[in-house]
C-alpha cells in the first residue's frame, strides 16, 4: 500500500507562517495529482489547494488564495504547502491526498482522491 505522511503541522500566532510536508511510499508520478484538505469537527472536509503531477498545474481555494503556495519536490516524493498570514479560521487537522483518473465533480471535493495521509494539526491563536 501507498503511504501518505504528513508533517510540519504546529501552533503559531495570528499572521504567523507554516510548511507543511507530504512525503509518499511511491514515485512521483504516482498520482495525477495532490491535494491539501483541512478540517474541523463538526464540519466537512474542504480542499484547499491541488497541483496537477505532470503539469505542476495548481488550483486555490478562494479562502488561500495570495497565502498559500502548494509545489512538489519529485526527487524526495513531497508535496509542500507553505502559507503565510495565518488567521484562526485556519486552526484544522490538514490532510494531504492522492487522486488518480478523471474528475468526476470538483478538484477540490475529497470524493476525488483514494489515498489520505493521517493529517498534522495547525492552530492559530490570536
Known amino acids: 500500500q501507498v503511504q501518505l505522511v504528513e508533517s510540519g503541522g504546529g501552533s503559531v500566532q495570528d499572521g504567523g507562517s507554516l510548511r507543511l510536508s507530504c512525503t509518499t511510499s511511491g514515485s512521483w508520478y504516482t498520482y495525477d495529482r495532490m491535494g491539501w484538505f483541512r478540517q474541523v469537527p463538526g464540519k466537512e472536509r474542504e480542499g484547499v489547494a491541488v497541483?496537477?503531477?505532470?503539469?505542476?498545474?495548481?488550483v486555490y481555494a478562494d479562502f488561500v488564495k495570495g497565502r498559500a503556495t502548494i509545489s512538489q519536490d519529485r526527487a524526495k516524493n513531497t508535496t509542500f504547502l507553505q502559507m503565510n498570514n495565518l488567521k484562526p479560521e485556519d486552526t484544522a487537522m490538514y490532510y494531504c491526498?492522492?487522486?488518480?483518473?478523471?474528475?468526476?465533480?470538483?478538484?477540490?471535493?475529497?470524493?476525488?482522491?483514494?489515498?489520505w495521509g493521517q493529517g498534522t494539526q495547525v492552530t492559530v491563536s490570536s
Open positions: 491526498a492522492g487522486g488518480v483518473g478523471f474528475i468526476r465533480t470538483s478538484i477540490l471535493l475529497p470524493l476525488e482522491y483514494i489515498d
Open positions: 497541483i496537477y503531477t505532470q503539469s505542476r498545474a495548481t
